[in-house]
């Protein structure tokens, strides 16, 4: 079952050091964002395999916009 991974709040996508069929383990970084003049890091709600990375280095993005699914 493919699970959503979505932005926390509104920023910039800053790096993404993971890349489509990488494996993740569970709270492992997957996007880090700029937001408030600080990097967040967006990790993995649970253990699998990035399917899709929806947004590249540099976009803006919303509160709540999927940024990649996992699997």
Not at 26 to 55: F, H, N, R, Y
């Amino acid at each position: 079952m493919a699970t959503e991974i979505k932005a926390p709040m509104p920023g910039k996508i800053a790096e993404i050091p993971v890349s489509v069929g990488s494996s993740v383990q569970e709270d492992e970084e997957v996007i880090i964002m700029d937001a408030m003049k600080m990097e967040i890091p967006v990790c993995a709600p649970a253990a699998g395999t990035i399917k899709e990375i929806k947004v590249k280095v540099g976009d803006s993005v919303n509160e709540g916009q999927v940024l990649a699914v996992l699997e």
